[in-house]
């Protein structure tokens, strides 16, 4: 839905790069994007390089004038007012209502493989043929990480158990195990800005006692790497500590939400708080029970996808929300929001059939993301070479009804956090940006770290690029003061547990975000840009992810 359109007809998008304050983080303060209305500094926002006359709206769009021979690389300015307008807050909380009746029938929750994924995908094909589209499933099956059970407790000296969810979480793909043994810390640095490479190297293990359980520290390399090489090293159990240092955005003191990655460990291993790590390196001769009772399961899910008739299939964009949710609860903000924001755009844009689409959509509801992005590293997986060249862009809405909001745009261009998306994500970048710019709304940058189901995109070149309004992280006192909302509090109070209900949503996010939506979906059905930068634009893929999906890596 279309939240204002105070400025649209009005002359350029201005971006005015503001300085929030001495203290804000450099990164951030260099890139918040106030809405652009009152400013100086107005760069240009797409519409030079437009690849499409207007829509017969005056002052929505520029003649066809590449700066080059040949495609341009940017889009023009879309006009998607006739769009947002239908995408209407009322049709995305019928979708959300739908997904939370999806959960209530089936155990509370709509996770892979269950019961209550089954129903949201029937809800979202029903939608979806209604509005003309012929979707289909792509099934895939895979090893999730099921936990029956765990125990961390201090036998010796000072007993004491902790607890789970508190000072301990059993990293996912740990094995199984019970063990009580004295501790051993493994090149652990516990001063200054606590910089390690604990367990990274199997030198750091010379003269562990095998048997024992390895105290490792948060750093440098993998999880997955310090357990292996633990284990390799003839440790029973593996114990890792947040690492203690001050990373901007990053909680690197409380509890570590970690993954090995995609198969069992040897040893059994759990992430812990930082202050636990030093407690334990700081207490002589501590033995610790460690136990986990873990399994994987073959689990068959799929995802859903539909194509829109119309429109150059050799130019796709995917357009993608999750549709499961974690097991805690019906994920209503988590990705219930995005997979209603996409399937109203889709509805919109399929049932007029009025729209011109130059590249066809593919709308993506991916399957398993919560298990770490299976369903859209299983979909690029399956495309050729040929499959990866004709996917023109990837869209991703990954929770954008967050309660106390941001509006987090990916960094593709990589000025904010330094890890660029491949050639083509600055465009998409700063087609948000002069969106909301547009709309008088202010933006923020949000990294590509791999949280969501744009990483097996940008690991092929493809360029990406999509919305976020926050989750477990809290909202800085700059940023209470540019998009309201509470500072010191979690943008998503509720991610990933069971009060992420149909409550647990903000109408203006949704709003806000679906209009954003709509006109990115729009913008890029209707471009003729050659997003890539031509030939010999290099498509920079990034260094490892730090995240996989949810739980971090590293
Ligand atoms: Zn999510």
């Keep these: 839905m279309k939240f204002s359109r105070s400025v649209r007809g009005a002359a350029l998008a201005a971006t005015i790069v503001l300085t929030v304050s001495a203290g804000a983080p450099a990164a951030f303060a260099a890139e918040v994007n106030s809405g652009g209305k009152n400013g100086q500094g107005a760069h240009q926002g797409p519409g030079q390089n437009n690849g499409k006359p207007g829509q017969g709206h005056p002052g929505n769009g520029k003649p066809d004038k590449p700066d080059k021979p040949g495609k341009p690389h940017k ?7 006739k769009l947002r307008d239908k995408v209407t807050l009322k049709g995305l909380l019928g979708h959300l ?37 012929k979707p289909f499933r792509q099934a895939f099956t895979y090893e999730q990480f099921v936990l029956n059970g765990d125990a961390l407790e201090q036998v010796s000296p000072n007993p004491a158990a902790y607890t789970a969810g508190t000072d301990y979480l059993t990293m996912s793909y740990s094995g199984s195990g019970d063990v009580t043994a004295a501790v051993t810390a493994v090149d652990i640095n516990l001063t200054g800005n606590r910089a390690n490479s604990s367990g990274c190297e199997a030198e750091d293990f010379a003269g562990f006692t095998a048997g024992n359980i ?15 090489n633990a284990a390799a090293a003839g440790a029973a159990g593996a114990i890792v500590f947040n690492q203690g240092n001050d990373v901007p955005g990053d909680d690197r003191t409380g509890l570590i939400n970690g993954t090995l990655g995609s198969e069992l460990s ?26 986990v009772d873990s399994a994987i399961k073959a689990t068959e899910t799929f995802n859903v996808i539909a194509d829109t008739p119309k429109g150059d299939p050799t130019r796709q964009v995917v357009v993608g929300a999750h549709l499961d949710s ?8 988590d990705n219930g ?16 059939g009025k729209f011109k689409l130059e590249n066809q959509v593919r709308f993506a509801f991916w399957g398993a993301e919560e298990d770490g992005l299976v369903g859209s590293t299983h979909y690029v997986s399956q495309l050729d070479e040929t499959g990866i060249a004709n996917t023109l862009a990837n869209l991703n809405f990954d929770m954008v009804g967050s309660t106390n909001f941001v509006r987090f745009v990916y960094d593709g261009d ?31 940058p949000t990294e590509f770290d791999g949280r969501s189901d744009y990483l097996a995109f940008i690991e092929n070149g493809i360029p990406a690029g999509g919305l976020f309004t926050g989750a477990e992280g809290l909202k800085t006192a700059e940023e209470a003061a540019i998009f309201g909302g509470t500072a010191g509090t979690a943008y998503d109070p509720c991610y990933h547990s069971v009060c992420d209900n149909r409550s647990n949503i903000s109408n203006k996010a949704m709003d806000e975000m679906s209009d954003a939506v709509a006109h990115s979906v729009l913008t890029f059905a ?24 949810h739980e971090a890596l590293r």
């Design 75 to 81: 889009p023009g300015k879309t006009d998607s007012d």
């Design 97 to 133: 209502n739908a997904f939370q009746a999806a959960a209530d029938a089936n155990s509370g929750n709509r996770a892979a493989g269950t019961p209550g994924y089954e129903a949201s995908a029937r809800y979202v094909e029903s939608q979806l043929r209604k509005a003309g589209y």
């Design 214 to 228: 390895a105290l490792l520290q948060r750093g440098t390399c993998a999880f997955g790497d310090k357990v292996a």
């Design 266 to 291: 040897a040893i059994p291993a759990v992430g812990t708080t930082f202050a636990l790590g030093e407690a334990l390196a700081g207490t002589a001769g501590v033995t610790l029970r460690l136990a």
């Design 326 to 333: 974690v097991a805690e609860g019906a994920g209503i903000n």
């Design 337 to 352: 929001s995005g997979s209603a924001a996409i399937l109203e755009t889709a509805i919109q844009l399929g049932k007029t």
């Design 414 to 444: 990589g000025d904010a956090f330094g890890s660029s998306g491949p050639a083509g994500s600055d465009t998409i970048e700063g087609v948000f940006q002069d969106y909301f710019a547009s709309e008088g709304l202010a933006t923020a």
């Design 526 to 549: 209707q471009t003729k840009a050659d997003l890539k930068g031509g030939a010999g634009t290099s498509r920079s893929v990034p260094s490892e992810p730090a995240y996989k999906g």
